[in-house]
């Protein structure tokens, strides 16, 4: 943990810088298609999108961005959450530098060229990719890889955003699959070093800082978990939606390389109804938090942004989901905000969290983060209202997120839900065979083969000293390789089977660390010893540790109330 935990400074400080650089490219890339200029000063889409250029600006952009998949590397496709969960799972955590270099160079086109998207998703996986190629530098295992990949990829964000607990939230909830020191304390140091890098390379305080109002009582909160549920229903729509249209591109008689393009044509179209919905959106979202759109404005922002964001999606270019998803989520609150007491901008705010909860099924994240994104922590009982609703309509209806449902079209399922093993709380005494059957130590050959053949009900017996300890096993294969070879009939089970390496553990032992010993040693079963005499007492078996899970499953699976429990009690109890 300590070692990986250093190792986060230099990963923590390469995700910043990543940031900084991609968000640096797409200024250059929209001042040089938009303006006509060389420069990495940030400029608006909306300001310069006008006539022809608006369809046919896009259009070059993602052909540009089918070439460099095709030639370069076709992992820049999507938004790059899925591909970093993909290479977690399946690739080691093992990212190439072709990746680290196009990602964010396909990506600032795509967003400078009028692509829908935010530049989350994409230094997501940039700053995963440099975590990545950092951890190979050592030897380290896949486990240790995946923590630095993970701790790249929330430093990105944090760069991005300036949302520590709200990257941290990500990395935990999305895409670290476990909560163990090792992997949180280096996530920890990453996001911390890119919090304190951001101020001199990006910026400080919120990114969308609101200033409005927020009342917190049960009027609200049920306001907000009834809001919460129709942000769940869009993100299915959205989630819905989007493999349909992917789907319907998979159907196209062209090669993929130039889907992006095609999506483009639908980008442009929606960008000369309304320019807004071009680039990453980040001014929108701060309109929408400063309550400055009318309903028209906003109901056509979210037709709009909706519509462009999943074709170009769909058609796997480059880009993020978290922009989009702020903007369609924002839309949806502030609409409902019209009518709803208190500022609409507040209304907008939660949107974005149910939303977000819902499609990326991260329910903490959401409300975390839009919180830090604003600077309004006083709303944060609002947002898990927001998230919580929509985050449980949403496992009701669809079985995986808008992030996992890629891979799993691959043939790979993913779960979010995270639990405690069951063998990691059972303990050996638990779960044992006590006081198995034994054979002494003094036995010959020639009976330990006949009472395999005649009495032999297990596949293998302990054999014990005459002071009751372990110091062997006999097993069927034994018995068949001393009838097949040249062992003496009249040899003792002590000279055939003594080791001195028999793995023993004690009744205190987890049931995992003996799960961990049997794959380690190849072994069916292993002996149980008492902790201060040594002896024997008991044999744990693959059969014992299935019937540890299989308890925890009667435990999800059983119900029985109070009433029902106690008619098995004996009268005297029941009184």
């Not at 259009?59 to 992992?75: E, N, P, Q, T, V």
């Not at 699959?177 to 390379?201: G, Q, Y």
């Not at 979210?302 to 999943?310: F, Q």
């Amino acid at each position: 943990m300590i070692w990986l935990g250093l190792l986060a400074l230099v990963a923590g400080t390469g995700g910043t810088a990543s940031a900084w650089f991609l968000l640096r490219l797409i200024a250059l890339v929209i001042n040089f298609a938009w303006f006509g200029r060389v420069s990495a000063e940030p400029a608006l889409i909306v300001n310069a999108a006008s006539g022809p250029s608006t369809i046919m600006v896009p259009i070059i952009g993602s052909l540009l961005i089918g070439f460099m998949a095709r030639f370069g590397s076709d992992k820049i496709r999507g938004h790059g959450i899925p591909e970093a969960l993909e290479a977690i799972l399946y690739g080691e955590s093992k990212l190439s530098l072709r990746v680290a270099v196009l990602k964010p160079l396909s990506s600032a086109i795509s967003i400078g060229s009028g692509g829908p998207f935010g530049a989350e998703g994409p230094i997501i996986m940039t700053g995963g990719a440099i975590g990545s190629l950092f951890a190979q530098c050592f030897r380290l295992t896949a486990v240790e890889r995946k923590t630095l990949l993970v701790a790249g990829a929330a430093a990105g964000m944090t760069g991005i955003f300036g949302t520590p607990a709200a990257a941290i939230l990500l990395a935990v909830e999305v895409m670290l699959f476990e909560w163990k020191p090792r992997s949180f304390i280096p996530v920890v140091v990453a996001v911390l070093t890119a919090l304190a890098w951001r101020p001199l390379l990006i910026g400080s305080g919120p990114l969308f800082p609101f200033a409005g109002a927020s009342t917190i009582n049960a009027t609200f909160l049920i306001m907000a978990a009834a809001l919460g549920i129709v942000a769940g229903l869009l993100a299915i729509l959205l989630s819905i939606a989007l493999y349909r249209i992917e789907d319907g591109f998979h159907r196209l008689p062209v090669h993929w390389m130039w889907w992006p393009a095609l999506g483009a044509v639908i980008v442009g179209i929606g960008g000369v109804i309304d320019p807004r919905v071009l680039g990453a959106g980040y001014n929108s979202i701060q309109d929408l938090l400063n309550g400055a759109l009318v309903f028209k404005a906003m109901a056509l922002l979210l037709l709009i942004k909706a519509t462009v964001w999943l074709f170009a999606l769909g058609s796997g270019t480059s880009g993020g989901i978290l922009a989009p998803l702020l903007i369609i989520g924002g839309t949806l609150g502030g609409i409902a905000g019209l009518w709803l007491p208190g500022d609409p901008g507040l209304w907008a705010m939660i949107g974005m969290a149910g939303v977000m909860s819902a499609a990326m099924r991260a329910p903490l994240t959401a409300a975390i983060f839009v919180v830090e994104l604003t600077g309004s922590y006083i709303s944060l009982p609002l947002a898990i209202a927001a998230s919580g609703t929509a985050y449980a309509f949403a496992v009701l209806i669809l079985k995986r997120s808008i992030l996992t449902e890629k891979i799993s079209r691959r043939g790979r399922h993913i779960s979010q839900e995270m639990g405690v093993d069951p063998l990691a709380i059972a303990q050996v005494g638990q779960i044992m065979t006590a006081q198995p059957e034994t054979l002494p130590h003094t036995m010959i050959v020639r009976d330990a083969i006949r009472h395999f053949e005649e009495r032999g009900r297990h596949r293998s017996y302990p054999v014990i000293d005459s002071s009751g300890h372990a110091i062997g096993m006999v097993n069927r294969s034994d018995v068949l390789r001393w009838r097949q070879g040249n062992t003496a009939a009249n040899d003792t089970l002590g000279e055939q089977v003594g080791d001195a390496s028999l793995p023993l553990i004690y009744p205190a032992t987890p049931a995992a660390d003996a799960a961990n010993l049997m794959i380690a040693g190849d072994i069916g079963q292993i002996c149980v010893i008492d902790p201060e005499s040594r002896r024997l007492i008991g044999i744990v078996t693959r059969r014992n540790l299935l019937q540890a899970r299989a308890r925890a499953m009667r435990e999800e699976r059983d119900r029985a109330g109070i009433a029902r429990a106690g008619a098995r009690l004996p009268l005297a109890h029941r009184l």
